[in-house]
């Protein structure tokens, strides 16, 4: 084995404990909280790493296999963190500011007739 092969290897070893430990703080992330918010970015997190694992895994096998399982993983990843902070958003929504019918909560300004202009600050 040459010496870019046993530095390349022991990068990768590294690597993968270092995952290991990030996934045992994830764990207690997940299982102490103390809020919603800490356990959805955990999840998230949790998503990221596995894509980390897949990605050394690739790296030491020098196999690009598992990159399109990598791509589709970061894709649910993010869109679970949306759906979760929107779940969020509304469920954490405070008492004296109910939910106007006809009024588009996607961030943009509307109009009340039904378009939605996609702006930002109204």
């Known amino acids: 084995m040459s010496a870019p092969q046993t530095v390349d290897r022991v990068l990768i070893v590294a690597a993968v404990v270092l995952i290991v430990i990030a996934g ?3 764990l207690a992330r997940v299982w102490r909280g103390p809020s919603m918010l800490d356990r959805a970015i955990a999840l998230d997190v949790c998503a990221a790493l596995i894509i ?3 990605g050394a895994k ?5 196999d690009p296999f598992y990159f399109p399982i990598m791509l589709v993983l970061a894709f649910l990843g993010f ?3 949306v759906g979760i902070a929107r779940f969020i958003a509304v469920r954490d929504r405070p008492p004296g500011h109910p939910r106007r019918p006809g009024r588009n909560d996607g961030g943009g300004r509307n ?3 039904g378009r939605n202009d996609g702006g930002g600050a109204s």
Do not use: E, K, N, Q
Request: charge should be neutral; aromatic fraction near 0%.
């Open 24 to 26: 045992a703080a994830l």
């Open 52 to 54: 980390a694992g897949l």
């Open 58 to 62: 690739s790296a030491l096998a020098r």
């Open 79 to 81: 869109t679970g963190s």
């Open 111 to 113: 109009d009340g007739g």
